[in-house]
């Protein structure tokens, strides 16, 4: 694996299917967190709302 610090200005961009994560700041961060194609989010939105993971399989999306 790569570890990138990033700073201000900085983006990353991790090609689909790519194993990823990022640390918590040590202070406060704002990130944009993009989903292309679309469809990823309602997933996560729903698996806060539950509590916990749904089936992937009612949103269109693949989780590798």
Known sequence: GVDAALGPGAFASVSP???????????????V??????????????TVRLGERPDPAGF???LA
Not at 17 to 31: D, E, F
Not at 33 to 46: D, K, M, Q, S, W
């Open 17 to 31: 299917g790519t194993v990823h994560s990022s640390a918590p700041p040590n202070g406060p961060v704002r990130l």
């Open 60 to 62: 269109d999306i693949e």
């Open 33 to 46: 967190n993009v989903f292309a194609p679309g469809g990823l989010e309602r997933y996560l939105r729903e």
